[in-house]
Each structure stands twice: as C-alpha cells, then as structure tokens.
C-alpha cells in the first residue's frame, strides 16, 4: 500500500529541514518507524540516522535498506535496544550519546511499542506493554538528554517525540496500579482480548499510550518551566498497516473479527509515518504540539496538528490527555522505575 499523502506533505518540508540532522528511532526495522528512517537518509545531507532495534534479522535487512536509499553524505548506525530490558537502554542510550559526541542529537522519536499482549513481566518486573511502550522510552530520554541539550542551541534544534495512538481515549484516567511490578495474576488486569469490551490486554496498551501523551504534556511544561530550548511533541499515526495488528492477533491478543470492522479504515504505514515525520522536522512545530491523521476518528488522512503549544484544539475529546494531575501521577512512578529525570 503506497502513500496518498507522502508527496504532498513532504512538499511542505523544505530540504534545509534534513540537512545536518541526527535522529534515533526506536522500533524501526519495519512499519511507521522505518519509513520516517528511509525518508530522513534520503532527504538528509551530512546527517546521521541511529536506528535503535533489538537484534534481528529484520533488523540488519532494515539497515540496509535504509543504507541503499540514504544520500551519499548521510551515515547510517545500527544501536541493538531491546527495551524490554533497562540494562539495554542503557546501554544503548550510552552508545548513542558516546557517537552523537559534540555535535549532539537533533531528534529523537520515541516509536517502538508492542500491542495487546497478555499479562507478564519484564526481565525488570513490569508490564511488557508498559515498559516497552513507555518506562523504557521515559529512561531512554531521561539518559540522551546531554546529547539532545548539545544540538538544542544548533541549526537543527533538538526534540523528543513520543508515538501514541487514539487508543489513549477509550479507557479510565491513569492508574498507578499499572506502573507498579507485577505481583501475580490479575495484578495488572489480567486477559482478555477483546478492544472493543475493553478486555485487560487493552486496558494495559490503553494506560501505555495514554501515557504517551501525558508523559509529553509533563515533560513540556518542564522543559519550559526550565527555559530549555528542547521541544518536547507527540503524534499518533491513526490505523496504519504495520506489523503490530499482526502480531496482536498472531499472540492472541487481539480479536479477528475486531480487525475486520477497523480494517476499512487503514491507511498505509507511508500514511501513517507522517505525523511523526512532522512533529521531527516541521519548522512551525511547537514544544506540545499533537499531530495525527485529519480525517474521521483519526483513522486516517493527511497529518495536522490536534494540539499546539500543550493545548488542545478540542479539549472536551482529550480530558484524559490534559488531566493536570495524571501529570504528577505519571513522573513519580516513571521516576520510581527509572530514576531521576534531570533536564
């Protein structure tokens, strides 16, 4: 599936955008992680793309193609990250700081996640979907701030952007609950596959992705308490064909005939890349701007911004994003996984 929108918005981003950028994405051997990768070695000039995936097959086949498409001056490197793991990200997170050097980190995009999965633990003792798709990306950023406050004085600027999903609505606020280790069956809300019956499976992606968004809103009114010039954004990439769905169901945690209902709605995973690729290299972009597809529900169509500057054009669809006090919540038990975030 090629992209209807691709064309049109890189239109609107003018070469200058890519040139002299580095960027590290997480989650990026396939889907809408890969394609923001491939379209950022191309465009770029005298910039670097890190790819941050665990070790794979997949893996070193995304590599290449990325090599094979970037532009004779763009340098590609491969950091192994398995954030299922925080002795991973931190090692990965030290690898990348250590080739960033002086130059620093113009971008980094927050995508990987999983989706839908049963209820277990981490090598660590937390929920697969919540470390994967939130504590470990919180720990990531917390560690490349040196690197991302080294290119926030520069021509590229510096950014930190999360990947959510409109699956942030559709559940309760924030729990602490969820963020704790698992203690045991039905700890964390047990099984259960159904989306639409809001089995435990997608109350646990629900609290990942919602705190996706409540996790940016917290981290821009530091950085601006702060006066840090690092912007801090998040988008969602609507129904995108990737790998995720698949995987879901192929794990058993997601429904088929639920699929079925959503799959008239997607869009390609191009489509669904370009509410990322904004958020990373928009020149009007914002610290607290939400973009995501504009046309019904979100499930798809030409990336625009849902929020600017940590406000909401339609505050009364994102009461669970703007609740102040999730805010506070969120930080202290990232904090108490993670440690310390220090701007």
């Not at 929920?127 to 701030?145: E, I």
């Amino acid at each position: 599936m090629k992209g209807k929108y691709t064309k049109a918005t890189l239109a609107k981003l003018d070469a200058s955008r890519f040139s002299g950028i580095s960027i590290a994405i997480t989650g990026c051997s396939s889907g809408t992680g890969l394609e923001v990768a491939l379209i950022a070695a191309e465009k770029g000039k005298h910039a670097t793309v890190y790819m941050l995936n665990r070790k794979s097959e997949r893996a070193t086949a995304a590599e290449a193609t990325v090599r094979a498409r970037a532009s004779p001056t763009t340098q590609v490197h491969s950091i192994e990250c398995d954030l299922a793991s925080f002795a991973s990200v931190r090692s990965a997170a030290q690898e990348l700081v250590t080739k960033a050097g002086a130059h620093g980190l113009s971008v980094l995009l927050l995508n990987a996640g999983v989706m839908a999965m049963a209820e277990g633990s981490t090598v660590d003792g937390y929920d697969m979907q919540l470390q994967t798709n939130h504590l470990s990306h919180f720990l990531l950023a917390q560690l490349c701030m040196p690197a991302l406050n080294k290119a926030a004085g520069s021509a590229t600027g510096a950014r930190i952007v999360s990947v959510s999903s409109n699956m942030r609505n559709f559940g309760p606020l924030l729990e602490a609950k969820y963020f704790k280790k698992f203690a045991g069956p039905g700890s964390l809300g047990g099984n259960g596959n159904s989306m639409f019956r809001s089995g435990g499976n997608w109350v646990r992606y629900h609290h990942s992705k919602l705190a996706n968004i409540v996790f940016t809103m917290a981290l821009n009114d530091r950085l601006q308490a702060a006066g840090s010039a690092v912007k801090a954004l998040a988008c969602e990439p609507g129904l995108a064909t990737t790998n995720l769905q698949g995987n879901a169901i192929a794990g058993g945690g997601m429904l088929k005939s639920e699929w079925w209902i959503l799959n008239f709605f997607f869009q390609s995973a191009q489509d669904g890349a370009l509410p990322a690729l904004l958020c990373c290299f928009a020149p009007d972009a914002q610290s607290g701007d939400y973009y995501a597809p504009g046309s019904f529900q979100n499930f798809y169509g030409p990336p625009v911004p849902l929020a600017r500057a940590g406000v909401f054009f339609n505050p009364k669809a994102e009461l669970l994003s703007m609740h102040a006090p999730s805010r506070a919540l969120l930080w202290e038990v990232s904090e108490r996984a993670c440690g310390e975030f220090r701007l």
